[in-house]
């Protein structure tokens, strides 16, 4: 059991979720430079949140990731702090943005989110293999 699940001071717990969210108007927006900067920074992102990103695959307009949240955060507040911090990022990074970001948005509000459960090797294939089925 303890090699499946992981703890907090008063549980054991197994949260993996597939998560898909796209760029507004789902533009192809992801690419050189962008993609690069990307996957650190949700990795980073996402260890800031206590989260690991198990697999994820950045494809030019919409982004898969399979992702273990603790079940102290809701899965909501975890992607919108995905999404908004890497939206000031790439204003800051890519487009000279220092302030003032009101108004400004990459991705577009929604996202998609699936409960992994035990079949995380199937999603984690599937996701590997996003650029084969486009």
Known sequence: M?????S???????CTY????VPKYRRKAMFGDIRKFLGPLFHELA????CRIVEGHLMPDHVHMCIEI????AVASVV???K???AIAIARKFKGKQQNFSG???WARGYAVSAVGFELETVKRYIREQDISD
């Open 80 to 82: 919108g702090f995905l």
């Open 2 to 6: 303890s090699e499946l699940y992981q």
């Open 18 to 21: 597939h998560v898909v969210f």
């Open 70 to 73: 603790p079940p102290k955060y």
């Open 8 to 14: 907090l001071s008063h549980s054991k717990w197994d």
């Open 104 to 106: 400004e948005s990459f």
């Open 84 to 86: 908004g911090k890497s």
């Open 47 to 50: 260890r800031q949140k206590e």
